[in-house]
């Protein structure tokens, strides 16, 4: 990162200007009266947006000295791209809204202007008490990537050991928040050219000001009043979208599409200025606006197959129609994910090795049966690390069945090159590759692969794209990004590695949901299919089965679900007959994945 200046008094943090000249007058207004001078300014970007003086608003944050990073407008109005790179989803209400504004504020900006914004940095950072804290507008690795007071830790404190400082200061998401934990902290100053959906027209900055102590920092997110009739007033004289103009009156945004559900919940309440203390030797965690916690699973819940803690009859899915058969070929993996579903690693052979011979055995009786099974899934563990798959993969293929192989397309697969392009020149209008990528980005990626599994990963994808595959993904929602925000980042990734892959579909980029059995969630009553507006055969066990070989067993076991590899009250028998019956909900995952989370790994 480039150095910027250290500085040991107090120091005003602000972002989101978004061209609202009136509400920057209230923040020149509030550093005077407060007399922090603009050397101790820091814009954490966005100087430009949805309101009607862009080029006015950046002209003067520019002269006047304050530390500025790049924003996604800045960098976007620097190279004169097409649009403000913010990383809404295509179609979305935000997306389309930023169209206008764009233009507008595009149409201000002369050659010296852009030339300006392109060599504005990234990141920056400041010591303030001996505290380095890192300005980024979005995230280390991503300026566009929307990070949340509901973030979850892991991924905000893997953000901030990537950034190499004790601290973040932030802007993108618009809402002001404060997170400290294990000793650091996340800081968003807010908006300050547009309310924080909570119902009020005032505007957010804050300041931070050295402790007492060393290495010890007030926080202080402070509200600002200001003329928001006239920043209003000037935009519907642009002719700039009503909806941001009216939310400078209401304090409502015109779109919530980027809102995970805990911000989602806050809309409409009314924020409070508050003054946070921060150590950065302590540990305890402090968090602005405050949460709750999540609630833990109760202990009398998915005990019984028949009733709920309640009493009330458990719901359970018949089998409709085996459309998709799956195969599990071991757990054995060249990767130990975090939160792997299955806890697949390279030690992990809970689950053998399948062999050619077990397949073949559920080949014949769907074969013998006459069962409308349509599709065959294989999935590990890594399926190209078991030395039958590739012949399992050429049976299946042979006989007629649609094929889809989850991977992580790294060197197993590739070391399976030549026999696996042959197949597909053979058999491509039938087999589907369906890699794992965590996250569209690198960071957040490895942060549940580890180290070193990207460039192999995505050294995989283009080998498949090259090569005319088609390609599926499969990525994970733990990141604390709403899902159409991250299909328009998984977008971005496929456009540049050039897949042809669409994004927006569901079967092409499935997003699983995070399943921690641990945390509260309803169990599922006959009575919930009505309420839900669900039926059974929306649910994943209403057409799917599952194959093991469990370590030890002399034969293959069905499972009524691939999620559910080890609680023997999934097992429903040898054959595929035997596996026909119908399946409790009795697991939290039931009701977290599959009926309230709407996933399939079909």
């Known amino acids: 990162m480039k150095r910027a200046p250290d500085i040991n008094a107090p120091l005003l943090v602000f972002g989101g200007v978004y061209s609202n000249e009136q509400a920057l007058d209230a923040l020149f207004e509030f550093a005077r009266a407060r007399g922090i001078p603009s050397e101790r300014w820091v814009c954490t970007g966005d100087v430009i947006a949805y309101c009607a003086d862009a080029r006015a608003c950046l002209e003067r944050v520019r002269d006047s000295g304050a530390i500025l990073i790049a924003g996604n407008c800045e960098e976007s109005l620097g190279a004169q791209a097409q649009d403000c790179g913010c990383g809404f989803a295509p179609g979305s209400s935000c997306d389309t809204l930023s169209a206008s504004w764009y233009a507008h504020a595009s149409s201000q900006m002369n050659a010296d202007l852009r030339d ?16 380095k804290l890192a300005i980024v507008h979005g995230a280390p690795d991503e300026t566009s990537r929307f990070v949340f007071a509901s973030t979850p830790d892991r991924v905000l404190l893997h953000d901030i050991a990537a950034s190499g400082c004790d601290g973040v200061l932030a802007g993108h ?14 800081h968003n100053s807010g908006a300050l050219g547009m309310p924080a959906n909570d119902g009020t027209p005032r505007v957010w900055c804050s300041v931070l000001t050295p402790g007492a102590q060393k290495r010890t920092l007030q926080i202080e997110h402070v509200a600002l009043d200001y003329d928001y009739t ?6 519907r004289k642009a002719s700039l979208p009503e909806g941001y103009a009216l939310a400078l ?36 965690g402090v968090q602005w606006p405050e949460r709750l916690a999540p609630q833990m699973l109760s202990e009398s819940k998915f005990k019984d197959p028949q009733l709920t803690a309640n009493g009330d009859k458990r719901a359970s899915v018949a089998l409709d129609a085996l459309r998709t058969f799956w195969i599990n070929t071991g757990t054995l993996c060249n990767l130990a994910c975090v ?11 809970r689950l053998a090795y399948f062999t050619a011979a077990d397949a073949r055995f559920y080949f014949d009786e769907i074969e013998r049966d006459n069962l409308p099974t349509r599709e065959i899934g294989f999935t590990g563990g890594e399926p190209f690390m078991n030395p039958d798959f590739m012949i399992m993969l050429e049976e299946a293929l042979t006989r007629g069945f649609h094929v889809i192989v989850l991977t992580n397309a790294m060197k197993p697969m590739q070391h399976h090159g ?19 990528v965590d996250h569209y980005t690198q960071a957040l990626h490895e942060l549940e692969r580890g180290p070193r599994s990207w460039a192999p990963m995505i050294k995989g994808l283009r080998w498949l794209a090259l090569r005319g595959f088609r390609v599926h993904l499969a990525g994970r929602l733990y990141s604390g990004e709403v899902e159409s925000v991250a299909r328009a980042g998984y977008a971005r990734l496929t456009t540049e590695l050039g897949l042809s892959l669409n994004a927006s579909s569901p079967s092409e980029l499935t997003l699983f949901p995070e399943m921690d059995a641990r945390a509260d969630v309803p169990e599922i009553t006959d009575s919930c299919w009505g309420i839900l507006h669900k039926a059974p055969s929306d649910v994943m066990c209403a057409s799917s089965r599952m194959a093991v070989r469990r370590k030890g067993s002399s ?40 009926v309230l989370g709407g996933a399939s790994c079909s």
Not at 173 to 186: E, H, Q, Y
Not at 230 to 235: I, V
Not at 420 to 434: G, V
């Open 116 to 131: 300006y914004l392109a060599a504005l940095p990234p990141r920056l950072y400041v010591k303030i008490n001996g505290l």
């Open 173 to 186: 998401s618009g809402l002001p928040f404060t997170r400290i934990m294990d000793g650091k902290i996340w």
């Open 230 to 235: 006239g920043a209003a007033s000037a935009m």
């Open 249 to 284: 009156e209401t304090g409502l945004w015109p779109s919530c599409d980027v809102l995970p559900k805990d911000e989602l919940k806050t809309t409409g309440k009314r924020l409070e200025a508050t003054a946070l203390h921060w150590r950065a030797d302590g540990t305890q």
């Open 339 to 349: 939160n792997c579903y299955i806890e697949s690693s390279p030690r992990n052979d």
């Open 418 to 436: 030549p026999a696996l392009s042959a197949l597909n020149e053979r058999y491509a209008q039938r087999l589907t590759i369906r890699v794992s």
């Open 555 to 594: 034969a293959p076991a069905v499972l009524a679900c691939t999620l559910l590899a080890y609680d023997e009250a999934f097992e429903l028998g040898r054959s595929l007959q035997e596996a026909a019956r119908p399946v409790a909900l009795n697991h939290p995952h039931c009701a977290r994945f599959c």
